[in-house]
C-alpha cells in the first residue's frame, strides 16, 4: 500500500511562509508555490499584494483570524486542506511570516501526514527578523547578544505562559516576543524580577515591513506605559535586549541630541 494514498490523483499541500507582509520579502520558492497552486488558504496577515501571484483561476480561501475573531477554526483549515488535496488540487497553505514560527505549522503538517498527502514548506521571513532589519537591531551581536529567544506572550489560554523568564534574564541574549501586545506588561514584570534590569532596551515594532511601520522605542520598565499610551491596534513584535540600543532611530536621536 502506497504511504501516500492521495498521491494517485497528483493532491498535494504546500505551507508556504508569506514573510511579514511586504511582497518583496517573499522567497522565489513562496511566489512560484503560489503561482502552481490550485487553492490558497490564507491568513489575516497576508498582503493582498501576495495574492496577485496566483493564476486568475486560482481559488482563493480567506481562513484569516486575528485575535479574538476567529474566522475560521484551525480543525476547520486542516480539514479543508485534506479534502481539497483529495480532489487531486494542489493546496498551498499561506501563513504570515514562517510556518513553523508561532504559525500553527506543526499542526495542519500533522494532520496532512495523517492523512497522506503529500506536503512541503517553504520558510518565510519570521517578523523578528524583518523589525530587526528594518530597524538596524543585529538581533545577535559579537560579545553582546550570543542567543536569540523567540517566545510567545500569548498561551493557549489566552494567559502569558510559564517561560523560564530566570533563564531568559540569565542568557544575555535577545528576546523576541511575538503575540505580546496585550501581556507587555505582564513579560516585562516577569523578566525584570527574574532579574533582568528594567534599563535593558526595549522596542515594540508595529507592522513590520509594512507601510504603515511605527516603532516604539522605550526600555523593558517603560514599554507597557509607552503601548498604554500608542495602543498599537496591528501585528506588533516586541524585542528586548543590548542590542535594541544599536537601532538606526536610536543612533539617530543620539546625533540629533548631541
Ligand atoms: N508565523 C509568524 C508569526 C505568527 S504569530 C512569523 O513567523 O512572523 C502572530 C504574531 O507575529 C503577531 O502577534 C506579532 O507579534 C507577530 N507579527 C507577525 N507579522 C508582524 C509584522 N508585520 N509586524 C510585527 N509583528 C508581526
Redesign the pocket.
Known sequence: MSAFPLNDNAGRATLV?AG??DPELLTLRAVKAIQGADAILYDA?IDPAILDYARPGCRRIDVGKR?GRHAMQQSAINALIVKLAGTGKHVVRL?????????R?GEELDTLRAAGVPVEVVP?????C??AASLQIPLTHRETARSLHFV???GADGEVPAHDWRALAASGGTIA?????KTVRKVAASLIEAGLPASTPAVA??????PQ?AAYHATLGTLADVLDAEQPS?????VIGKVVALARIVEESKRLAA
Open positions: 511562509g511579514p507582509g496577515l485575535c501563513k504570515g511570516g514562517d510556518p513553523f514560527v508561532f504559525g505549522g518565510g521571513v519570521t517578523a523578528a524583518a523589525a510567545t506572550g500569548h516576543a511575538y503575540m505580546a501586545g515594532v508595529e507592522n513590520a515591513s509594512r511601520q496591528g501585528p506588533t513584535l516586541i
